[in-house]
C-alpha cells in the first residue's frame, strides 16, 4: 500500500490519501482501486498529548455515488496501558512487545 500524508503548518496530519482500497462490483467478480482518505482536524490536548479529535473515513467513488463519508469518529478520551483493556495478541506476554515511542506534546 502506499498512500500520501498531507500535512498542516504546525506540523499535524491533516489527511491520509491512498488509491489502494479495492471495491467489488455488483455480482462480486470483478475488483477494481478507489481512491479513499482520513481527514482529520480538531487538534486540542488529551490527556498529555496533542491529537486529531475528529476525523473521517471517505470512499471518493465514481459518479454518480461521488465522495462520501463512511466513517465518523470523535475523541474525546485516551487510556494508555489500562488493566481493563489487553489489545495484546492472543498469546503474546507483554515483554515480547516493544514499547511504543513517546508522543512529542509540541504544546505543554
Given at each position: 500500500m502506499?498512500?500520501?500524508?498531507?500535512?498542516n503548518d504546525d506540523h499535524e496530519l491533516i489527511n491520509f490519501v491512498s488509491d489502494d482500497r479495492?471495491?467489488?462490483?455488483?455480482?462480486?467478480?470483478?475488483?477494481?482501486?478507489?481512491?479513499w482518505s482520513t481527514p482529520l482536524r480538531t487538534y486540542r490536548a488529551v490527556g498529555a498529548?496533542?491529537?486529531?479529535?475528529?476525523?473521517?473515513?471517505?470512499?471518493?467513488a465514481p459518479d454518480p455515488e461521488g465522495e462520501f463519508s463512511y466513517l465518523e469518529f470523535n475523541v474525546d478520551e485516551i487510556a494508555y496501558?489500562?488493566?481493563?483493556?489487553?489489545?495484546?495478541?492472543?498469546?503474546?506476554?507483554?515483554?515480547?512487545?516493544?514499547?511504543?515511542?513517546?508522543?512529542?506534546?509540541r504544546n505543554p
Open positions: 502506499s498512500a500520501e500524508l498531507v500535512f479495492s471495491r467489488a462490483s455488483t455480482d462480486g467478480r470483478h475488483f477494481t482501486q478507489q481512491r498529548r496533542r491529537v486529531a479529535t475528529y476525523g473521517e473515513a471517505r470512499w471518493h496501558n489500562t488493566a481493563t483493556v489487553d489489545a495484546r495478541p492472543k498469546g503474546v506476554q507483554p515483554a515480547e512487545l516493544e514499547p511504543l515511542p513517546p508522543l512529542v506534546d
